[in-house]
């Protein structure tokens, strides 16, 4: 079975929204350079928040970026989840594609938020899926 690594900032709403999904998981440091140095060994799938509303230098956190700069870290990561907001429109959930694209992984499923309990659901069902595949 895969961890659950993902990064929330201090609102904690990808927080909350991981704690529903009820799985082991991780969190990436709040602080950048602590995002750069943390190292997390075993496969996993990464919950990315989208920030701002399509700017692609501001979409994906940058503890994000730092964490991914590790090909250490990059190495273990299956798939990826996306959380943002609709009101974002065309850009809903886009630091998942980005990040998808650049590590050549899927991008399971993009949730509103805090995750609504459909958006629970799907991500489980599609986890399990993703774990009984490897």
Same mark, same amino acid.
């Given at each position: 079975?895969?961890?659950? #690594?993902?990064?929330?900032?201090? @609102?904690? =709403?990808? +927080?909350?929204? !991981?704690? $529903? ?25 990464? #919950?990315?928040?989208?920030?701002? @509303?399509? =700017?692609? +230098?501001?979409? !994906?956190? $940058? ?72």
């Amino acid at each position: 079975m895969f961890d659950v #690594v993902y990064f929330s900032s201090v @609102s904690e =709403n990808t +927080k909350r929204f !991981v704690e $529903k999904l009820g799985y082991s998981s991780i969190r990436i440091p709040l602080k950048s350079d602590d995002a750069a140095s943390f190292i997390h060994e075993g496969e996993n799938v990464l #919950v990315v928040p989208t920030y701002g @509303s399509g =700017n692609d +230098k501001t979409t !994906v956190p $940058k503890q994000v970026i730092k964490f991914l700069n590790n090909p250490a870290n990059r190495k273990h990561v299956r798939a990826v989840i996306a959380t943002g907001n609709t009101n974002f429109g065309s850009s809903y959930g886009l630091a998942g594609d980005l990040v998808a694209a650049k590590l050549g992984v899927p991008l399971i499923y993009k949730a509103e938020l805090l995750g609504t309990p459909e958006d629970i659901e799907q991500v489980k069902e599609r986890l399990e899926k993703l774990w009984l595949t490897r």
